[in-house]
């Protein structure tokens, strides 16, 4: 198999990531390692495949199209479109059932997606537009027909094409079983609410507090916890931009688009000078540490994720 335990692993099994005020991690208890340690043990005797670790799963040497593994776990519907497509005889074989369940008795899911018009948009009434026409019940039933995805609205899945149909395809038994799951579909969302309680604005504008105060006073106290990770994690995936800039640019014109990992780079293996390439290194390891402990006390976020 290809699974190991993450996030939303550790939701599933009925074990928090926060405790119940949302200020200090929890994960590290005794019951999270005897968990963690399960996978460990099918990671050393071959049962998860040695690929899983620090790759996406479409990195993976070891999947289902290749044969090289049995069982995909909490996979969504569509990746039966990929198997039949690209591996026809695969696909003949692959049996589908509902997700795996630990004590929490819950499937998690790893986000939603939203549809957003920037405020700056030269047109936002046709983005509106747009959005709206995305997103009413029909279109969204027609949408669901074509490509084997699960729609956002209500209304669309009171339409018999969910609630009445027959299974005749793996693709019918996949949106079956999804269907019936539904109930039992939570948020992977490290244990942080996904809105701000809406007493707590309701008690402040009774309190006279305006749009700017209660956003300021009520809504990003409560939202710290996320802001300081999203913060810390997008500020050192900048920093750590590479990929993209050698494949593309090179660092130039006139190395425009050049950053200190790419100049790292080039000292190391362009230029060979290896001991300026490590000095350069602690320097951008120094600059990544120095940003998430400023993102870390501005945020009050040390509390949250220590």
Known sequence: MNAFPNIMAFVA?????LNKDKTKAVFNSPKHVEFVQQYVEGYKNGAIATG??????????????????????????????DYEKNAP??????????AVQYEGGVNPIKGIQ???????????????????????????LEFCKK??????????????????????TKGDQARKIMIESMEDLVLDNLGIPQSVPQELIEAARIDGAGRIRIVWNV???????FIAVCLILSSMGAMQVFASIYMMTDGGPLNSTINLTYYVYEEAFTRLD?????AMGMV??????????????LTKGGEAIQ
């Open 13 to 17: 099994a009925d074990l928090p990531v």
């Open 284 to 297: 951008l390891w120094l600059i990544m540490v120095v940003l998430s402990a400023i993102h870390y006390r």
């Open 147 to 168: 490509v084997p995805i699960f729609p956002s609205t209500v209304e669309t899945m009171k339409d018999p094409f969910f609630t009445d149909f027959q299974v005749k």
């Open 89 to 98: 005889d695969v696909y003949k074989e692959v049996k589908v059932i509902p």
């Open 219 to 225: 809504i990003v106290p409560l939202l710290r916890p």
């Open 114 to 140: 939203t549809f957003v018009v920037p405020k700056g948009s030269e047109h936002p009434k046709e983005a509106a537009d747009l959005a709206l026409f995305v997103t009413n019940p029909e279109n969204q």
């Open 52 to 81: 899983v670790i620090g790759k996406e799963e479409r990195e993976l040497p070891q999947n289902m199209k290749n044969e090289q593994i049995a069982i995909s776990t909490m996979v969504g519907a569509f990746h039966l479109t």
């Open 274 to 278: 290896m001991g300026y390439a490590t």
